[in-house]
Structures are given as C-alpha cells and as structure tokens.
Nanobody, 124 residues
C-alpha cells in the first residue's frame, strides 16, 4: 500500500506560480507511476500530468501543456507539479495518485492510491 500527502496549494494571482508536492510513504516509491488530477466544482475529475517510474517519460493534458511541469525525486519519495502562468480556470482541488505500471495514464480508474487533495485558487 501507498500513502500520499499533497502540499503547496494556496491562493495566487493570475499569471503567478505554485509548486505542489506529493510525499509518498514506503520504500518502493520508484516502482510506482505517478499522476496529478484536478476537480473543480461541478466538473468531472480530469487528468493533469503523469510521470513514469524513472521520470524519463511525462504526459500532460492539452490545457496545461507548456505551463505545468511534473517531476519526481525518488530519493525523497516525492513528486512535484510546477505550475506557471496560472489562469483562473486552473482553480481546482489537485490530487496526486499512484499505482504500479499504469496502463492508461489519463484515466483516474487506472490509479489505485490517492492523496487527500490540496486546494489551488487562482484569482483574476
């Protein structure tokens, strides 16, 4: 089993930046694929970004491509989401998720373990 805890959310002005962190428990973090999802009020949970076990492969939703960067530090059991040029439509609760050898990176059903979420609010 894997326990995930997100941090780094908050209130930021449009055009600003935030860096989200997700700390994972256990001694086998490097064996898990990791993803970030978000869910805004009245909307379905949507894929944001994902990263492979080694960090060599990354995947992004079209809505965040070029603005967000996912990375991981396996020595620290942590995955990050650097968010730049934030827009009001990025306002959501952001969740990190993980599972071994994820087949469909963009599908939340593909991830077995989830964090509690962290709120990101972008003001205009």
């Amino acid at each position: 089993q894997v326990q995930l805890v997100e941090s780094g959310g908050g209130l930021v002005q449009a055009g600003g930046s935030l860096r989200l962190s997700c700390a994972a428990s256990g001694r086998t973090f490097s064996r898990y694929d990791m993803g970030w999802f978000r869910q805004a009020p009245g909307k379905e949970r949507e894929f944001v970004a994902a990263i492979s076990r080694s960090g060599s492969s990354t995947y992004y939703a079209d809505s965040v491509k070029g603005r967000f960067t996912i990375s991981r530090d396996n020595a620290k059991n942590t995955v990050y989401l650097q968010m730049n040029s934030l827009k009001p439509e990025d306002t959501s609760v952001y969740y990190c998720a993980s599972d071994r050898t994820v087949v469909a990176y963009t599908n939340p059903v593909a991830y077995r373990y989830w964090g509690q979420g962290t709120q990101v609010t972008v003001s205009s």
